[in-house]
């Protein structure tokens, strides 16, 4: 997630881009021939400043512009590659990146921000104000089509006050305006003109941050290197390399041959592959409750899904304990609405919908389905139960919760088609195109609770992140309310109410947060689990020279 202040050079920390929700499906991580060994450059506190940072991840990252990533795989990459105004620290407190320092107007509606002087982009010109003015202003132009407008769109006006000082100015107290503005800032003296959805500058970015884009092959790797100018510190770590590799079980074999030095292990390969004596030699393994949820969507455009009693019985009989031991061999807590469990946001008073397929029989029963026919599948009106359910490749969690919600599903008369697609056409083609009946994802979350992006009914238009449609006036209501609100307890329970709302619509059947359980080679030294996760302070990261395995 994010960061904290400059002072403390070797405390430093690099930046995830994690300040609104993305689709979980993709890893961000991290190939090519590599020489073996060499010498080392010594940073400025003496450690060594070599090797490569080499990851798997299920799929290639789409686009290398920070508001327009709407994925993990490419917000990652951005995340490494641009800097925003604001990040979050290692415990998820909003500081400075860009900003030196910032004011905010008694009422909320201003904020000022001072920039750190002498940050250059990777090209060696100066970052100034006016990136920052051009990038909100490009963000906010209907024409890029930015999934994230919407946290946007009360900024009234962006007044450049000097080379390094601008001001914010809102229409109203925005609660989530520092975080947001964490967005990464892109170049005017290179994008100034172009049209961004086309511009070859998403293959081959220019950013400010700690890695310098140096090469892209589409769906085998992308190559970072380390930018030794930069204003924090030059990062040990001299290649960040995302790999991808479409198959969890082919990145185990990788990852325990040499081929990558880190991945997400599923939870069979946590349990019972890697908890022994030989694997732990070489590789540490990290068990955290991820800041994300995986959950089945329903296309509320799809007349079958229009009752909510149908979606309530789906919900029913889903049994969430069930998946969690057999599926996620107990690296998971249910979940029950849009919200990080454990925050002030999260209801527990909210419809968590406990496995009861007899409950789900008689709301299906209600809702005018039977089998009339005798022939296994329930119908109504002459049309049968029937619909797919689809998931993207790569990801056998997913994979196994469909096939067990189908078997769940069947023994209340229901047929269920599963099918699974490959990640890019998944999002491209189905999950964009709201080309679908029900669908298995994930959302990441952010730090703060504003939910406009995915649950507002002005996020169901074309290229919002409402892909299932879903309109509520009260909860735009709340949603909108949240935002104007600084008090945490009030939001809170603005939020809380928006949860339980959701969830007694059940529009998603929520399932589960996921452990998360990455491991990484032990040649990696500096790692600091944190609630941030394990990667906030990836620029400390460094590897000794006696273990350094690859070299340019």
């Not at 090797?51 to 990252?61: E, F, H, K, L, R």
């Not at 994008?191 to 070859?200: F, I, P, Q, T």
């Not at 969690?397 to 067990?404: H, I, K, N």
């Not at 002005?458 to 008090?487: C, H, M, P, Q, T």
Request: glycine share 8%; charged share 25%.
């Amino acid at each position: 997630m994010r960061y904290r202040h400059f002072k403390k050079r070797n405390k430093r920390r690099t930046k995830s881009s994690l300040k609104t929700p993305q689709l979980i499906g993709v890893a961000s991580f991290f190939i090519l021939s590599l020489t073996f060994f060499g010498t080392s450059l010594l940073a400025q506190n003496d450690r060594p400043v070599g090797d490569a940072y080499v990851s798997g991840g299920i799929g290639d990252a789409r686009v290398l512009i920070p508001f327009l990533a709407d994925d993990s795989a490419s917000g990652s990459i951005c995340g490494l590659v641009f800097n925003g105004l604001t990040k979050t620290d290692k415990d998820l407190n909003v500081v400075g990146d860009l900003a030196k320092k910032w004011q905010v107007s008694k009422g909320g509606k201003v904020i000022t921000f001072e920039l750190h002087k002498g940050v250059m982009w990777h090209d060696g010109e100066p970052l100034t104000a006016e990136d920052v003015k051009f990038t909100y202003d490009a963000l906010m132009d209907p024409k890029n089509n930015c999934p994230y407008t919407a946290s946007y769109s009360d900024i009234e006006e962006i007044e450049v006050l000097g080379s390094h000082k601008i001001r914010f100015v809102y229409k109203e107290p925005y609660a989530p305006a520092l975080l947001k503005l964490g967005m990464g800032i892109i170049p005017r003296h290179i994008l100034e003109g172009e049209n961004l959805r086309k511009s070859a500058f998403k293959r081959k970015p220019v950013g400010s941050g700690p890695y310098i884009f140096e090469k892209w092959k589409t769906d085998e790797y992308i190559i970072l290197k380390s930018n030794p100018d930069y204003f924090e510190h030059r990062p040990y770590v001299d290649r960040y390399v995302a790999r991808v590799i479409p198959d969890q079980a082919v990145q185990y074999l990788e990852l325990i041959t040499g081929g990558i030095d880190t991945m997400g292990l599923t939870p069979y390969q946590y349990r019972y592959r890697t908890d022994t004596a030989r694997f732990k030699e070489k590789f540490d393994r990290y068990n955290y409750l991820s800041h994300g949820y995986t959950y089945i969507g329903y296309n509320l455009a799809d007349p079958l899904f229009a009752d909510r009693r149908v979606r309530e019985a789906l919900s029913y009989a889903v049994d969430k304990k069930e998946i969690i031991e057999g599926v996620l061999f107990g690296l998971g807590e249910v979940c029950t609405g849009p919200f990080l469990k454990g925050s002030p946001y999260y209801s527990v008073d909210a419809a968590g919908y406990d496995y009861d397929p007899e409950k789900a029989k008689e709301l299906l029963k209600e809702a005018g389905w039977s089998d009339t026919d005798g022939d296994g599948v329930i119908d109504k009106d002459g049309n049968p139960f029937k619909f797919k359910l689809i998931t993207n490749q790569g990801n056998k969690v997913r994979e196994d919760v469909a096939t067990l919600v189908q078997r769940q599903w069947s023994q209340l008369g229901i047929e269920v088609e599963i099918q699974i697609i490959a990640w890019a056409s998944f999002i491209d083609q189905f999950v964009d195109k709201k080309n679908f009946q029900a669908l298995i994802l994930g959302w990441s979350l952010p730090t703060d609770p504003d939910c406009y992006n995915v649950w507002h009914s002005e996020a169901s238009k074309k290229g919002g992140l409402n892909f299932i449609s879903y309109k509520n006036r009260e909860v735009d209501g709340l949603i909108e309310e949240g935002r104007r609100e600084f008090d945490t307890k009030k939001r809170a329970k603005t939020y809380k109410r928006i949860h339980e709302i959701i969830a007694g619509e059940a529009p998603y059947t929520f399932l589960f947060f996921p452990y998360a359980t990455p491991a990484v080679s032990k040649r990696f030294h500096g790692i600091e689990p944190a609630p941030a996760g394990i990667g906030h302070n990836f620029i400390d990261w460094y590897v000794t020279p006696d273990e350094r395995r690859y070299t340019w």
